[in-house]
């Protein structure tokens, strides 16, 4: 038994790439392969992302905002693990770091802090393994080694 996939018309495919982006802010790779999902010609899959970006639905660098923003805010996840997320994704990394002005330092430092004090406060053994099971939980977190001693230090 073959699986019959529904065909769409040009137009309602433009429709719902339309309202795939609308939904949440995408980047370029989400977007095309959303539209591998369709039996698209390349000249088509071109137009629709064409006008998906004239009319301001992709935006690359609104999605890298949003997504640095709300990984960091939501997740509290550092800058190597948004980075890399982003680059996975496609996204330039020319474009990555001018975006990351969506992080104000004080706040990533905070966020650090506030992680590293409940973190350690919930480890049991020596000082030494507290310290280094809580830099290596820290840079799983994405953040930076250098930072993570910093925060360590003044403990």
């Keep these: 038994m073959m699986e019959q996939k529904k065909s769409y018309t040009f137009l309602e495919i433009k429709q719902k790439m339309v309202n795939y982006c609308v939904y949440q802010d995408r980047c ?3 977007v095309a392969q959303k539209m591998h999902d369709f039996l698209l010609i390349p ?3 071109d137009e629709i992302l064409l006008y998906l970006m004239q009319e301001n639905y992709l935006n690359e660098e609104r999605f890298t905002r949003s997504y640095i923003r709300g990984k960091f805010n ?3 996840w550092g800058r190597n693990k948004i ?3 982003l680059k996975f994704k496609g996204v330039p990394e020319k474009l990555i770091n001018n975006c990351f002005d969506e992080i104000d330092d004080a706040d990533y430092e ?3 802090k506030k992680l590293y ?3 350690i406060s ?3 053994g020596k000082a030494y393994q507290k310290k280094s099971k809580t830099i290596k939980y820290l840079m799983g977190r994405g953040f930076e080694y250098e930072e ?3 925060v360590a230090e003044e403990e």
């Design 28 to 30: 370029h790779q989400e």
């Design 43 to 45: 000249e088509a899959k």
């Design 74 to 76: 939501i997740k509290s």
């Design 83 to 85: 980075r890399n997320h």
């Design 110 to 112: 905070k966020t650090l």
């Design 117 to 119: 004090e409940s973190y």
């Design 122 to 124: 919930r480890q049991s």
């Design 148 to 150: 993570i001693l910093r």
